[in-house]
């Protein structure tokens, strides 16, 4: 096995975990957070696997806007998932 | 000569340009919606005539498909973006009821879900039907929430929820077939389908089918139907009823006859059909809340039409595009009528509209609409059930006949009393007029039944190249 | 119980498709692809339909990024639908965040540091959003990248000043511009060649800025498109408040 | 001659980006070992500011080609961390994160109680 190999595989592993993370947290400003750290290594993969053209795009909106417009929904209704 | 792409071109170009009208005059965009969906209508019919000649392709960007992409327009595409154009336009004058802010915005929402429906049909290349798909969609989860009271909320969010799964599924299917054949373009999947692994060659079939399936109102996933329709703006649950579905019914057809030409296949196709058939009229028998009824009524034609692709025969699949046609009409016309009574009686209670339609600007279009959504024999919608039937009793499915023949009868009852209690005698007094923005579209709609039903020579000429289509043409 | 049915279901799901996607290959060499046909005059190609993109993409369209060769000249059809989706996602979040007569939540300034840093970094951040759209033909990047770095340039005056509030009407009438350029480009090329959305100016020479015929147009024109919409979401979203 | 300078420029690049890797081990021990969040605040970005700043200025030694990028690199760093940092610093004052308890000075207090 390669370094690439154990990075990307490493990567995804990460991924898997912030996206149940996101899934299973009750507090959903912890989950978006885990929902923007998953964007963000998601995009360190697409770079990775020579998409920067989509890496760019995928930093800039899943790790900044979407999060941002996610916590702006949250904080105009509530922070606890019931 | 008209070129398809003008049928996508222009509304975008209206849609893109109503906000700077916007900013002047309010009105004026509302007219300018009405004169893009005229002159969509108006274009639509001159490539009807043209694909009647021979079948329509336009290359957009110059490079030869499959390198780039074709809109692929035959008789039956032609004549489905006629149909949804005309309804929408009708629907378009009925819009000038709705008074609630913000007006441009909607307007917009609503010429892109025209534009959206109308792409589905005329494309040629399967990436650009996603495309398509998405854009109807997603105007019409705006639309679906326009109300912005908690029915419209709820139906919205079950809309996206399910709208959204619909879509990743398709989404698959493209990419297991592109992974496969490296090609987008669907004659081009045609011609080369068999060479897939036939493993991937059924769940990119069923992702795409299932995607489909949601805009279609198929039978597990149409839990959406009823609280979106019901929630939705009175234009907008008429435009649901005749744009997205038949858009993704044909989507269906597409998948089903133009890419993967299966045959061994097609009883699945007819259960799922008779399943929604049979769920849709049920429920819809029990519905008190008249829109809901039309919703699940509307699930239930949405069942017989999937069931006419499913039998597969050149009669049955003409039935089903008939009753497409007679289904987009009709579902229009009453559900804008709906919007009146519910508006005149001041509740959505079937109960509460005694004789609220006793006045004949509004009760003889609505008589005709629910007599065609009946399948009654002068009007357009008996000509699809029958053929649909004609094409089960050929092809020797004798029980799903019966069980289609037993759900019929229970719509008819339930038309049947729906129609009772609008035209019954009574509180004379609490009678409206309805004002032109509701008749106008009304008369439109049923004048066409009527004449599509009483003289259907040239719906059949166009519908006798279903064979063509059915072989996998376009 | 529902949740244990809901992960076994999943799990089904997964290794159905699972099973479908590992006939996916990865990695393998062009030249075993499938060749591609042409339905329209009949013929099969000697060459696959990746194969031919990257072999005479920069003839084809004079970008030197073949991924905005494909995005934006060969596909163009399929960006203008994704700009439209763009665009009624902005409109729908837009008609469903209206409220008449906004009422803004007594807000506490945010410090000076912030303040005086975002009003630096604004330019910075615009100019490089710019940057990313019009080099799209040239180097990675394009107008939705592009137009993401330019809304979050406008994300950071809105944290960074509470009262901050883009005009919605510029908003919209410069998205509505921006799509109009995109459609009208598209109609001036079915009106010269005959064909919606033809590449009619002249490619120039590769690598160099003013290449490619129209396609740095339509990228000005989706970055200032996904710029102010996107911009105009958060606008909305942040408009909400009591 | 010029192979020379090359040289030298890489010897002094290298010794930079020592510089900065060392304090960037010291603002990750830094961020282990202080007390409270306003501490370890302050070692995780002016420590870490220092560190990058000098691992940029060294790459662009090193390989003059790359020495205008890492220059903008380094501006933005100068111009963001620091803004990112108060701005997360007064959040979790404002949210009611105390300071430790060996704390002197609480300029931040003092200057609300004039407003």
Redesign the interface.
Known sequence: MDLFTIVSIILIIITVITAIIAAEMKDLLSAAIALGIMSLIVSILFYMLQAPDVAITEAAIGAALSMAVVIFAIRSTERWEK | MIRPVLLIALPLFFAFLSPIIGIWSKKGVRYLIIFATALNATLAGILLLEALQKPVFDIIGGFQPPLGIVLMVGPLGAIIAFIINLVAFAISIYNLKVEKEPIVRYSMLYLLLVMGSTGMVLTGDLFNLFVFLEVTSIASYGLAAYNKDKKGYLGAMKYVIIGSIGSTFVLLGIALIYSQLRTLNMLDIAARIGTMDPYVKIMAFTSLFLGFGVEAEMFPLNTWVPDAYDGAPHPISAAFASLPAKAGVFALARVIFTMFSFTNFLWFVVVMGLLTVFFGEIVAYTQKDLKRMLAYSSIGQMGMIIMGLGIGTTLAVEGAFYQMIAHALGKALLFIAAGFLIYAARSGKIEDMKGMARNPLIGIPLLIGALSIMGMPPFAGFYGKFFILMGGFSQGYYAIIALFLAASIVEVAYYARFIKIVFERGNESKVIRPDAATYVPLIILAIIIVVIGVYPKPILTVLQHVGTFIAGGA | MKKALAIVLAILIFI??A???V???FGEKMST??H??????NQTSNM???Q??LTYGKN?TGAT?M??AIVV??????T???V??L???S??V???M?V?NKVKKKV?R??A??ET??K??FG?IILFGAY?FIHGHLT???G??GG??I??AF?LLYLAYPKFHAKH?KL??S???A??TF??V??I??II?G?????FLPFGLPTYLFSAGVIPLIYVAIGVKVGSE?TA??DS??G??E | MTAVVYIILEIIGYIFISIGTFFLLLASIGLIRMPDVYNRMQTATKATTLGALSVLVGIGLIDLWWLPKSLILAIFIVLTAPIGASALARASYKHGVKLWKGSVVDKYKDEKEED
């Open positions: 159905v498709f099973l479908a996607f006939k996916i290959p692809y499938p591609y046909y042409n339905p329209i005059t696959s339909l990746p031919h993109y084809d990024n991924v905005t000249d060969y596909r163009g059809f399929d203008l639908g994704e439209t989706v665009f009624l996602a409109t729908g837009g008609s469903l209206y008449e506490r945010s410090n540091v912030v840093g975002s630096l970094l910075f990313i990675p990047g394009g939705f990248p993401a770095v809304a979050s994300l009407e919209s009438v998205e509505s511009i799509g109009l459609v009208i598209g109609l090329g079915l060649a064909y919606f959305l033809y590449n996107l979401i958060v979203m942040m909400v408040r």
